[in-house]
């Protein structure tokens, strides 16, 4: 196994933060949706739906993306966007760029990608039979909690997911055993933290979540296990400044905020609450970030108490 390196400014052996910022939203509980997936009526105004739930704080590597694209097929594309970010061609700052270069330059940034986001689907699907069957074999239900913001802009559901246990188990069962579905696979190292302010667990489940992902991070566990591995939002985000640099070399006049779309979520480091600038992101470890939207900063540097960013 390849050594994987400390994140900045973290030491060998230290042990867990506590997360310094606080946020304590109340959250909507939903009834179950269970296994119906279409549209019944139960009376005039009492309709069911299925629909695509969004994990929240969470983001695994990617099977698809952009819509229906094998990541795979953007192997030679990221591997140009090492080359434009080495000769100074792509709007990227230096030390991210050189954070990212190694990793596109490889060759194979996409096709890793897809093999981490085909196990991290398989390992979900594994946590489905396993927590959804009951002793005697028959199937639970599950449990939503949403968020402040229960839609993104997809129209998909953002909500926590777990098992439906009753209230009996949930008598002898404690905080980690009764996990969400979210916090397992931030656990298993198939997913990466990414909570968006203001749609965050309360104060000790983001605790839990932020301890389960240094503690994959460190084990090296599912992909963390490879260093050169780019997590969700990297590879996404990669893809976009792709795209950008390619219109901008082939001529096409962009405006600065055309230019600077591949990345604009400011980035708080959870156990401090300092706020870094979008594209120092990676100066967090990524067991510690927060990411908050542009429009978002000055509630979030409000409500949670943080520290505004600092020019470096």
């Known amino acids: 196994m390849v050594p994987f390196p400390a994140p900045p400014g973290a030491a060998g052996g230290e042990t867990m933060q506590n997360v310094a910022i606080f946020w304590d939203p109340q959250g909507i509980e939903l009834d179950t949706l269970g296994k119906k997936k279409y549209l019944r009526v139960s009376d005039g105004d009492s309709p069911y739906i299925s629909m695509s739930i969004r994990m929240l704080s969470i983001d695994t590597p990617e099977v698809h993306y952009p819509v229906n694209t094998p990541p795979s097929r953007h ?22 760029g050189e954070h990212l270069r190694p990793k596109l330059a490889t060759g194979s940034a996409g096709t890793l990608q ?73 656990a298993s190292g198939w997913a990466a933290i990414f909570a968006i302010y203001p749609s965050l667990p309360r104060h000790a489940d983001l605790m839990m979540i932020r301890d389960a992902a240094e503690e994959a991070y460190r084990a090296q566990r599912g992909a963390w296990a490879d260093p050169m591995a ?11 400044l792709y795209d950008i640099t390619a219109k901008v070399l082939a001529g096409k006049r962009l405006s600065s905020s055309e230019r600077g779309a591949w990345i604009s979520r400011y980035c708080a480091d959870m156990t401090n609450g300092e706020i870094f600038y979008p594209q120092e992101y990676h100066r967090v470890p990524p067991y510690n970030r927060v990411f908050i939207w542009p429009s978002d900063v000055p509630k979030a540097v409000a409500g949670m108490n943080l520290v505004p960013p600092r020019e470096r």
């Not at 591997?79 to 700052?93: C, F, H, M, P």
């Not at 002793?135 to 239900?141: A, F, L, W």
């Not at 129209?155 to 979210?182: C, H, I, S, V, W």
């Open 230 to 240: 780019l997590t969700g939002y990297e590879f996404r985000m990669c893809v976009r």
């Open 75 to 96: 192997d030679a594309d990221l591997a140009q966007l090492a080359d434009w970010i080495q000769d100074g061609e792509a709007a990227v700052e230096h030390s991210l």
């Open 114 to 186: 897809e093999d981490q986001g085909m196990e991290a689907a398989r390992y979900f699907k594994q946590l489905l039979a396993e927590k959804l069957t009951r002793p005697n074999g028959s199937k639970r239900d599950v449990f939503l909690r949403v968020a402040d913001r229960p839609f993104d802009q997809y129209g998909r559901l953002l909500a926590y997911m777990a098992p439906n246990y009753t209230a009996k188990e949930r008598e002898t069962m404690t905080r980690a055993e009764r996990a969400t579905f979210n916090l397992m696979m931030v």
